[in-house]
C-alpha cells in the first residue's frame, strides 16, 4: 500500500507494470511446472517410502532394482543392464508395482490333453497332479502360511477348448525366491511328464479332425440324404409325361 501511495504521489502507472510482471510471472509458472512437480513427487516418495533403494519395481513397462532416490527423478536399473531414469512426478501418478514386497510366487499352470480323453482318465490326471503336489521333496514351499492363512494347491478340470482339454494347476511358492521357485517349477513339471508318461495320458497340440466319406464309422449325413432321395416315390403332379 506504501509502494501504491508513492508511485500516486509520483504519478507512475502501476497498471502496465503489475500486468508485466502478471505475465512474467505465467510464463515463468508454466516452464518450471513439471520440476516443481518432481520435486513434490520426490517429497512424497520420501515420505510415503512404496519403495526404497535395492527393491525390484514395475513401472510402465519398465522393470528393474531402485538404484538412487532423487530430489527430482528415480533412476532404475533394468535386468539387461540399462539405467532408467523415471520423473518423480510420473511415478506419484502412476501405479508402481513393488515386486521386492510380494508374499509368494503364485503359479497358474494349464495342462492340455486331448478331447477324446476318456473320464477315468480326466479323473486319474487330476488326481496324479494332485498327488504330486503333496509329495515330501516338492509340498514345502507350495503350503507356506502367511498372514495366518495356509496356501493350498488347487488343481480342476475346468474347460473345454476347442481342440483341448484343459486341466488348470494353481499354487502359490514361499518365499519368493526367483530362481528357487524355477528350480522347484522344473521338478514339478518333470514330475508330471514322468505320470503321464506311464499312464499313457497325452498332450494336446493345436490340431484339427477330418471326417472321410468312405469311414463307416462316421458317415457324412449327405449319404443319407441322397438314399433318401433314390427311394423316396416322386408325386404323380410332379411326373413328367412321355411323348411317342
Known amino acids: 500500500m506504501g509502494v501504491i ?17 502478471g505475465l512474467a510471472g505465467l510464463a ?10 518432481n520435486l513434490f513427487g520426490g517429497l512424497t516418495i520420501f515420505l510415503d517410502r512404496p519403495f526404497k533403494i535395492g527393491e525390484r519395481i514395475k ?14 527423478s528415480t533412476r532404475v536399473r533394468t ?16 501405479p508402481v508395482e513393488n515386486v521386492a514386497r510380494r508374499k509368494s510366487l503364485r503359479r497358474v499352470l494349464n495342462l492340455t490333453i486331448p478331447n477324446d480323453t476318456p ?6 490326471a487330476v488326481q496324479f497332479l494332485r498327488d504330486i503336489l503333496e509329495e ?13 492363512n495356509e496356501l493350498q494347491p488347487r488343481v480342476h478340470f475346468d474347460d473345454f477348448n476347442s481342440d483341448s482339454l484343459n486341466i488348470n494347476v494353481i499354487y502359490c511358492y514361499a518365499p519368493p525366491a526367483w530362481w528357487d521357485y524355477l528350480d522347484h517349477a522344473q521338478r514339478v513339471n518333470l514330475r508330471i511328464m514322468e505320470e503321464f508318461e506311464k499312464s499313457g495320458i497325452e498332450f494336446a497340440f493345436p490340431s484339427q479332425t477330418l471326417f472321410l466319406a468312405g469311414d463307416p464309422k462316421r458317415e457324412l449325413a449327405l449319404r443319407n440324404l441322397s438314399n433318401d432321395v433314390k427311394t423316396k416315390p416322386v408325386p404323380r403332379t410332379q411326373r413328367k409325361k412321355s411323348t411317342l
Open 28 to 37: 515463468v509458472s508454466f516452464a518450471s511446472r513439471d520440476t516443481v512437480a
Open 119 to 124: 473320464r477315468k482318465k480326466i479323473l486319474k
Open 79 to 94: 535386468a539387461s543392464g540399462h539405467l532408467v531414469t523415471i520423473p518423480n512426478g510420473n511415478i506419484t501418478s502412476e
Open 59 to 72: 513401472f510402465k513397462g519398465y522393470d528393474g532394482v531402485v538404484e538412487e532416490i532423487g530430489f527430482r
Open 136 to 148: 515330501d521333496d516338492l509340498r514345502g514351499p507350495i503350503h507356506a502360511v502367511i498372514d495366518g
Open 5 to 21: 501511495y508513492i508511485a500516486n504521489s509520483l504519478k507512475i502507472e502501476l497498471a502496465p507494470l503489475l500486468a508485466s510482471f
